[in-house]
């Protein structure tokens, strides 16, 4: 690796278990920004929130595809993208970006969505990161029309350039996104059984830092469910690698109400106190509407770390439990089971595996129109927001479940109800709520704007390591398409307290 700017890092994968160890749930944003100095000020900000954090560089569109000649012409001509293009900006650009900010109490992971990642390896390794995420199956089949074979490849060598990084001393982390699959809709056992395939995967191609995930459905109990049985597979098929699970919030069609939104937020982070996952990504509270701002990022980042501290205070016994009982068993355990072992049965290349298995049918998205998805399983949503699946196609999964009789598959009025439930139930009961808080009027009483901003109040506040400071240093510009130097401009930096780990000796 190339001078880096978070030398010495432990790791992003000892960062947070760390942070477990010290009962904390580390809390990460989506936030990318094209702009050198605005993402530097989105990484200062998510740093020095009140929460235990990590920092994401979200790459725009034009990166993730490889038209890498199309940003070169966006950051020339001024305009916008969607992301930070961290394979067009100089590797000097981004160490400064990172300089300072980056360390070993703040690492920063880079998110892509690419089938083809290795340009994407190569330049966060050049700027001196080395954790990202993504898989062979999860960021081609609902995002691309790479031929799933091609992608196998393209992430086998991406895997192995990333993991190369350990011979300097690093410690790269790879995420599976297999556990998030079309967003919304997917029965929990598919979900386990691809973000565990990505990771035998990933470990089969050299990384022995790895994080499984999952995405937060529309039943908490079925997904606490989902959770332990993720975490129970992981400890069993991934002994001898640095591991945790990292839950999402909801990915869906997101509640249009600020109130909505926040509660399916906080309801995550209880989630994933409960359920045992390390790490949350989060969502804020104008997921609904446009990209969030720093801000509405920063306060989504304090609102789920406060849920998940009043979870942990409420309910501390182990988790995986509930009140101090065992999660009932549905039977998405058995399912996840036989989907793993067809799968591994098929060859022992895990990427020839995965791509035999679509090609026979045992496994198969929902509502997936990628050539290589078979398309005949379709899943269906219950009245309580549990899923269940409505046809298996060629899985081997029939029977498996306790689910009674499959529901009848939905059309599409149907569709369209099971994919807004989430928007009404927590829109509705966020109103419900304001109804029976509303307060009787009194006179000159001061009012409380919903969604403001409450001042912190004064006294001690409990730390778990010392504050860093930011220093101050300069950022390059992009360059031109002529590699003309252009005069650094010094960034911005903010004096937000943070809650923050301290390191430890190893």
């Not at 009962?23 to 936030?31: A, D, K, N």
């Not at 399912?335 to 595996?353: C, K, N, P, S, Y």
């Not at 899943?379 to 498996?400: E, I, K, N, Q, T």
């Not at 419900?432 to 912190?456: E, F, N, Q, S, Y």
Request: with cysteine; proline share 8%; charged share 20%.
């Amino acid at each position: 690796m190339t001078g880096s700017a978070v030398d010495a890092s432990p790791g992003f994968g000892a960062f947070v278990a760390r942070a477990r160890a010290a009962g904390e749930l580390v809390v990460q944003p989506r936030m990318g920004m094209a702009d050198p100095l605005r993402m530097r000020d989105g990484l200062i900000a998510t740093r020095y929130a009140d929460a235990v954090t990590v920092g994401t560089l979200t790459l725009d569109s034009y990166t993730r595809t490889g038209d890498l000649a199309a940003a070169r012409r966006a950051l020339a001509e001024g305009v916008g993208l969607n992301g930070y293009p961290i394979a067009t900006h100089s590797a000097d650009t981004t160490r400064a970006v990172l300089r300072g900010v980056a360390d070993a109490r703040f690492p920063v992971q880079v998110r892509h969505g690419s089938a083809m990642p290795e340009h994407i390896v190569r330049a966060l390794l050049a700027a001196g990161l080395d954790a990202t995420e993504g898989g062979p199956v999860s960021y081609c089949l609902p995002y691309s029309r790479t031929p799933l074979r091609e992608a196998v490849d393209h992430w086998r060598r991406s895997c192995e350039l990333l993991a190369s990084a350990a011979e300097f001393g690093a410690q790269p982390h790879l995420e599976t996104f297999g556990g998030c699959l079309m967003g919304q809709l997917c029965p929990p056992s598919l979900l386990i059984a691809v973000s565990v395939l990505e990771a035998l995967f990933f470990r089969q191609h050299g990384l022995r830092g790895i994080s499984l995930s999952y995405a937060q459905q529309a039943d908490a109990r079925q997904d606490e469910e989902a959770l332990t049985v993720l975490g129970r597979l992981a400890g069993e098929l991934l002994p001898d690698v640095d591991h945790h699970v990292v839950l999402y919030a909801y990915m869906g069609v997101f509640p249009r109400t600020p109130g909505g939104a926040r509660l399916l937020l906080e309801d995550a982070a209880r989630l994933a106190v409960r359920a045992g996952a390390a790490r949350l990504i989060v969502k804020t509270t104008a997921e609904a509407h446009r990209i969030p701002t720093v801000e509405e990022n920063v306060q989504a980042l304090e609102t789920a770390a406060s849920a998940a501290a009043d979870e942990r205070a409420r309910h501390p016994h182990a988790p995986g439990t509930r009140a101090g009982t065992h999660v009932e068993d549905t039977g998405i355990e058995a399912e996840a089971r036989a989907l793993i072992g067809a799968v591994l049965e098929l060859d022992a290349d895990i990427g020839r595996a995965l791509v035999r298995a679509f090609a026979a049918g045992y496994l198969d998205v929902p509502y997936c129109l990628h050539p290589d998805n078979a398309g005949r399983a379709r899943s269906s949503l219950a009245p309580d927001g549990r899923l269940h699946w409505s046809s298996v196609g060629s899985m081997p999964v029939a029977g498996l479940a306790d689910g009674g009789p499959c529901p009848p598959i939905l059309g599409s009025a149907g569709l369209l109800t099971a994919l807004s439930h989430v928007q009404r139930t927590y829109d509705a009961r966020a109103a419900a709520r304001l109804t029976d808080a509303a307060p009787a009027p009194v006179t000159g009483a001061p009012v409380r704007v919903a969604g403001a901003r409450v001042a912190v109040p004064t006294g001690p506040v409990p730390v778990t390591g010392a504050r860093v400071p930011v220093p101050t240093v300069p950022v390059p510009e992009a360059p031109p398409p002529t590699d003309t130097p252009t005069t650094p401009v010094p960034p911005r930096t903010t004096s937000t307290s943070r809650r923050e780990l301290g390191l430890t000796t190893p």
